[in-house]
């Protein structure tokens, strides 16, 4: 995992529905296309204050017809020596590196997007 300096903590809850929507936690952004939730949901996204960026989203499992797109920011992060393109991880709890999501790291930025199709934990590692 990508280590960095802890963001302060972050949470939100919205509703997104089958018109899709934006859910914006602390420096991190989900959108959900339109056509990906069949009905309305009530999200609710977390990221802890810790020395890996991540966010968890719940409600657990939720699947979508269509990939949603998280671009989460390491701008915070220790990039000296990881010249590597950064990738956003699926992980457990504990953040061990269940898979990774194909992803998109723009360096000038400093963030990294990946589709998603399912809720779960996700953290940015390289």
Same mark, same amino acid.
């Given at each position: 995992? =990508? !280590?960095?300096?802890? #963001?302060?903590?972050?949470? &939100? &809850? !919205? @509703?997104?529905? $089958? &018109? %899709?929507?934006?859910? !914006? @936690?602390? $420096?991190?952004? +989900?959108?959900?296309?339109?056509?990906?939730?069949? !009905?309305? @949901?009530? /999200? &609710?996204? @977390? *990221?802890?204050?810790?020395?890996?960026?991540?966010?968890?989203?719940?409600?657990?499992?939720?699947?979508? #017809?269509? $990939?949603? *797109? +998280?671009?989460?920011?390491?701008?915070?992060?220790?990039? #000296?020596?990881? =010249? #590597?393109?950064?990738? /956003?991880?699926?992980?457990?709890?504990? +953040?061990? /590196?269940?898979?990774?999501? /194909?992803? +998109?790291?723009?360096? =000038?930025?400093?963030?990294?997007? %990946?589709? =998603?199709?399912?809720?779960?934990?996700? *953290?940015?590692?390289?």
């Amino acid at each position: 995992m =990508l !280590q960095c300096t802890p #963001l302060p903590y972050a949470s &939100t &809850t !919205q @509703v997104v529905g $089958p &018109t %899709g929507g934006t859910i !914006q @936690v602390g $420096p991190h952004t +989900l959108v959900i296309p339109p056509g990906a939730l069949v !009905q309305n @949901v009530t /999200i &609710t996204a @977390v *990221a802890p204050s810790a020395t890996v960026n991540s966010v968890r989203f719940t409600p657990q499992g939720l699947h979508f #017809l269509a $990939p949603a *797109a +998280l671009t989460m920011s390491y701008s915070n992060c220790n990039l #000296l020596g990881k =010249l #590597l393109p950064k990738r /956003i991880a699926y992980t457990d709890d504990n +953040l061990n /590196i269940l898979s990774y999501l /194909i992803s +998109l790291d723009n360096l =000038l930025s400093k963030k990294v997007t %990946g589709k =998603l199709d399912h809720f779960s934990r996700y *953290a940015v590692a390289w």
